[in-house]
């Protein structure tokens, strides 16, 4: 039926797309992608033929209004380059004009390089902030961490190759103490995962110049041991909210 679907497609993994999203790329009339050349690609692994159009959030007005004219008669599918729509990617402008319009709008679940760093990584899930790819610039970067660093939550970032060392430094002088993991190629031939402090893995990654993609997680904060808290300030504390 018409409406907006957003797609998830594989990471890395061609096997990871569920039923549901080659069934509905198959029933798709219009496929609007980042990159024809990239979902061209999937599209010709699962052996469906489709018309494609180019689309991201800078997409002029009129861009867009014909795409919502099309998802009013027939179903137009949004997929990214890899995982799940708009999670770092193109798309939240579309939904949202979307929505605006009484479109109906569908997502189907699947690949986000987050989550399955985050389950892969062993560091607490409970609580998780994603918090997109840090800022270019190393003021920049430092700040942001500075920002994020009382969340008591893991925090877990999308990185590039290139920038990991910069990042790495930039953790172990911001928030020192903390657990980090690096998960790199996810679902891919090369796929690690590896945990330490910032310094350890800033040592491999110098030895080892890392590729491919990259998810950097860190843990919250520890909390302070029994032994740190000041019991006899707190007593004195308590005693004088007490006084008559
Ligand atoms: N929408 C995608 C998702 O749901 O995962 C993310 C798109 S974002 C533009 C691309 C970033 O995702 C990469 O720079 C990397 O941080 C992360 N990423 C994507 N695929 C990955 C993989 N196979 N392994 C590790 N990180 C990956």
Redesign the pocket.
């Known amino acids: 039926s018409p409406g907006l679907y957003l797609v998830?497609t594989p990471?890395?993994?061609l096997g990871d797309i569920t039923l549901r999203a080659v069934e509905t790329l198959r029933r798709a009339a219009v496929i609007a992608c980042e990159d024809t050349r990239v979902t061209g690609g999937l599209l010709h692994h699962l052996g469906i033929k489709k018309r494609m159009i180019r689309y991201d959030d800078h997409a002029a007005e009129a861009d867009r209004d014909r795409l919502l004219a099309l998802m009013r008669e027939e179903a137009v599918v949004l997929v990214?380059?890899?995982?799940?729509?708009?999670?770092?990617?193109p798309g939240y402008r579309l939904v949202r004009a979307a929505r605006e319009a009484g479109i109906a709008v569908t997502s189907l679940p699947g690949?986000?390089?987050?989550?399955?760093?985050l389950t892969l990584s062993g560091l607490p899930n409970d609580r998780f902030l994603f918090a997109g790819?840090l800022p270019n610039k190393a003021k920049a970067r430092e700040d942001a961490l500075r920002e994020l660093a009382d969340v008591p939550a893991t925090l877990v970032?999308?990185?590039?190759a290139p920038r990991l060392l910069a990042a790495l430094e930039a953790i172990g002088a911001v928030l020192p103490g903390r657990d980090v993991a690096v998960?790199?190629?996810?679902?891919?031939k090369f796929?690690e995962c590896r945990t330490g402090p910032p310094a350890d893995l800033a040592a491999h990654y110098t030895a080892h110049p890392p590729r491919?993609?990259?998810?950097?997680l860190i843990g919250p904060p520890v909390a302070e041991p029994p032994g740190a808290i000041d019991a006899d300030a707190l007593l004195r504390a308590a005693l004088a909210l007490h006084k008559p």
Do not use: Q
């Open positions: 998830a990471i890395g993994n990214s380059d890899a995982g799940t729509p708009l999670v770092s990617d690949a986000s390089a987050a989550i399955v760093a790819f970032f999308y990185e590039t998960a790199r190629e996810l679902t891919k796929e491919g993609e990259i998810v950097l």
